[in-house]
């Protein structure tokens, strides 16, 4: 743990409900700078869910998150849900902020997801070009009318020297779609990288990945950390690679947090055994 | 397949483009001169002019439609917004009380006599640029209304929302409560229309009937076709691809896509102002549902997302359905005389007929999303390799 860091990102009793479905139940969690954090827990273990949260996907039902110092997103039980709530602590949270995720973004924080979401039609070049977007100083009618042109000289040369970093330089021209799977997911940790972010959440970056690519991807991940002064916050299945790389790890099960530790004492630990480890990852 | 171009060969391409729409307009204006009124070849300027007007429309709706993925059928609408702004502002005190006959007309000067006044015959070709962006402004600040509520929605919920809107302002159009404006139900007449333009240098007396509409259009094209290719058009395009990748990296999906939809409604209100003034007269029942989804046929024949393909398509439509086919209606076709096949309507029925074709064979329209430009790119660098393979 890196407590003599500043706090990254803290949240403070999440709890995210469906209908009357809980999927995160009162989930805390802080990250310090530049460390690598994981959530890990069996499949519906409300990992995904606790991720659209925390960027802005969803406003969650009841909790606060942190990011940076500031408070960013808060919520508290209101209306309909006011009387169906079946979380704990209602009352404890009164603000409401609730930023759509390119607020979030803007703030400095970026993301991959699950199922690849690349930009289809579009070259690698442009796929990390676009995200660059976000940076510019030049208003519709300017970029319209080429007032822009060292800004977004600028820009390019900046995609450029990404795509060169995450070695993808000899694919710049192709289109996003014809990469092979492990290239396009390095081209989306590319593309949330040109956002210029604070923090990086990896949505199971190893996903459909073999052996090889697991290994690869593992070594990235610790590259960008350091090369980009990023904190990273990822979910993953592959055991492997999240025991290599993460410094802490949260189990979460049925929504709610299990346990919390390094990878030893999570390894060590009986309930996350229970509910997770000694069960399914036999394989 | 779309060329992946170098900033060298783009800046080539860009000159090129510029040149090429330069040497179009000496042309037009040229013809503008040569063919007179009374010639058979006047179709070819009718053509050309309602041609830009369609497609001026059929481009500002694929920035919407193609490029940011926002299926919207309110064109006419904001067409119509263009049109009747445009006519309202310019139809001279003189015969004011003509047109609005039956009411007491609110808009009591028009922009062309104005400048006119204050600036001799170059104020009044200002007075009806005025008149022209303003059109688009109306347009535009009907859109923003509009969008609100509206961009919201996805897909066939907005077409269906923006439909009914469209379908609202003509109605609004013409209510009578709103006479004074808009003349009611009758129709707007009088006003700066292309037959009037000419430009006289002291002597000769340049006729600019085809040579306004098609300069108008080109502009305003080559603006759109600025903002598809700067870092907006880009933002656009991801909108498109994937909405909630867009957003998680950063791009306002509110902001951007009211940027589109009120840029596009800007280019439509100037197409609606062409159109009054190619036209000559400006009425709401015009403006129908059925406007809209000829701009879209227009789009859809020159392949959605291809700003050059919906030019292409939407010439190749207007001389089709206005030149071309003409015979079907009147007679005589290619000539073979048969009066009792080829009578009123039947036009139509081919027309449909090519249409289906079109569709069902051929669904990536004329360009696909490659642009002009893209097929003499691809065509320059597969001659080069040949040279290099010759050597």
């Known amino acids: 743990m890196r407590k003599d860091r500043p706090c990254i990102l803290k949240t403070e009793d999440i709890t995210m409900q469906f209908g009357g479905v809980v999927a995160v139940n009162n989930f805390s969690m802080e990250e310090y700078e530049g460390e690598i954090v994981a959530i890990i827990g069996p499949n519906g273990a409300g990992k995904t869910t606790a991720f659209n949260v925390i960027t802005g996907v969803y406003a969650p039902t009841n909790g606060r998150v942190s990011f940076d110092g500031k408070t960013v997103i808060e919520n508290c039980p209101r209306g309909k849900m006011k009387k169906s709530y079946l979380g704990e602590n209602a009352g404890k949270y009164t603000h409401v902020i609730e930023p759509t995720p390119d607020r979030l973004t803007a703030l400095g924080m970026a993301r991959t997801f699950q199922n690849i979401r690349l930009w289809k039609s579009m070259t690698v070049f442009d796929n990390v070009l676009i995200a660059k977007h976000m940076k510019r100083s030049s208003n519709l009618f300017s970029a319209t009318f080429g007032l822009n042109r060292a800004e977004d000289r600028q820009q390019r040369e900046e995609a450029d020297a990404l795509i060169e970093t995450v070695d993808l330089a000899d694919v710049r021209d192709e289109l996003s779609t014809s990469l092979p799977y492990g290239k396009q997911r390095r081209l989306e940790i590319a593309r949330a990288l040109a956002t210029e972010p604070k923090l990086l959440l990896l949505d199971e970056p190893a996903a459909g990945m073999n052996p090889q690519e697991t290994v690869e991807l593992t070594k990235f991940i610790g590259e960008i950390r350091d090369q980009f002064h990023v904190s990273i916050l990822l979910i993953e299945h592959h055991m492997d690679l999240v025991m290599d790389i993460s410094e802490r790890i949260y189990v979460l099960d049925f929504g709610s947090m299990i346990a919390s530790g390094t990878p030893a004492e999570i390894q060590a630990n009986e309930k996350v055994i229970d509910a997770y480890l000694g069960v399914t990852d036999d394989a | ?391």
């Open chain 2, 1 to 391: 397949m779309k060329a992946v171009r170098t900033p060298e060969e783009n800046r080539r391409i860009s000159w090129f483009c510029f040149f090429a729409t330069l040497a179009f307009l000496g042309l037009v204006l040229l013809l503008d001169q040569l063919i007179k009124p009374t010639s058979p070849m006047y179709m070819l300027l009718t053509v050309l002019q309602k041609g830009s007007v369609y497609a001026l429309a059929a481009v500002s709706m694929n920035l919407l439609n193609g490029c940011t993925g926002l299926f919207s059928l309110g064109h006419a609408g904001f067409m119509l917004i263009g049109a009747y702004t445009y006519a309202i502002f310019t139809i001279p005190s003189a015969s004011r009380d003509t047109v609005y006959q039956y009411y007491d007309a609110a808009v009591r000067f028009s922009f062309p006599e104005v400048f006119g006044n204050a600036m001799g015959p170059a104020g009044t070709a200002l007075g009806v640029l005025v008149a022209v962006i303003l059109a688009g402004l109306m347009a535009a600040a009907f859109a923003y209304l509009i969008g609100l509520p509206v961009l919201r929605l996805k897909s066939d919920y907005l077409a269906i929302a923006t439909l009914g809107f469209a379908e609202i302002l003509r109605a609004v159009c013409q209510w009578q409560k709103l006479g004074p404006i808009t003349n009611g139900s009758n129709l707007l007449k009088s006003f700066a229309r292309v037959s009037k333009f000419k430009l006289v240098l002291g002597s000769t007396k340049l006729t600019l009937s085809t040579f306004v509409p098609v300069l108008i259009a080109a502009v305003s094209i080559m603006i759109i076709v600025k903002l598809i290719n700067s870092t907006y058009g880009r933002a656009f395009k991801a909108i498109r691809d994937d909405e909630v990748a867009a957003e998680a990296m950063g791009i306002n999906l509110a902001r951007h896509k009211m940027i589109s939809f009120t840029v596009s409604s800007f280019f439509a209100g100037v197409a609606g102002a062409m159109m009054a003034m190619v036209l000559s007269i400006a009425q709401a029942s015009n403006f129908k549902s059925a406007m809209t989804y000829e701009i879209l046929l227009m789009v859809v024949l020159g392949g959605i997302g291809s700003t050059s393909g919906s030019v292409i398509g939407s010439f190749l439509f207007v001389a089709a359905s206005e030149w071309w086919l003409r015979g079907l209606d009147s007679g005589t076709f290619l000539g073979i005389n048969a009066p009792n096949i080829f009578r009123n309507g039947f036009r139509l029925v081919v027309f449909s007929v090519i249409i289906m074709i079109v569709v069902l064979f051929f669904r990536q329209g004329i360009m696909g999303e490659r642009e002009l430009t893209d097929v003499w790119l691809n065509r320059r660098r597969a001659r080069q390799k040949k040279k290099e393979a010759g050597k």
